[in-house]
Nanobody, 115 residues
Framework: QVQLVESGGGLVQPGGSLRVSCAAS????????MGWYRQAPGKQRELVAS???????NIGDSVKGRFTISRDDAKKTVYLQMNSLKPEDTAVYYC?????????WGQGTQVTVSS
């Protein structure tokens, strides 16, 4: 059974930092492309960042220069470091694991940026 469990969300002030984590089980983690998506109320889910099994990253334009994605294959965990947070970053952040036609999602973690 595949499980992706996000943690680390919460409330942070504008300009602050937060790191969210996603622990995976039930998959051969190292060969999966791992990604973070987010969905704000009334908006479509969008890709924030992804990282291939070899470590190549893709960062969304709206967060480039502020967010970084990394992975620890030994811990089967992917991280999203979010710096210089803005109110428009407020959303539910979802972890994704993808390999060919296989596509798995976590339950999401809420990130709220507000003073």
């Amino acid at each position: 059974q595949v499980q992706l469990v996000e943690s680390g969300g919460g409330l942070v002030q504008p300009g602050g930092s937060l790191r969210v984590s996603c622990a995976a089980s039930g998959i051969t983690f190292s060969i999966y492309t791992m990604g973070w998506y987010r969905q704000a109320p009334g908006k479509q889910r969008e890709l924030v960042a992804s990282i291939l099994g070899g470590g190549t990253t893709n960062i969304g334009d709206s967060v480039k220069g502020r967010f970084t994605i990394s992975r620890d294959d030994a811990k089967k965990t992917v991280y999203l470091q979010m710096n210089s947070l803005k109110p428009e970053d407020t959303a539910v952040y979802y972890c994704n694991a993808r390999l060919g036609n296989l596509n798995f999602w976590g339950q999401g973690t809420q990130v709220t940026v507000s003073s």
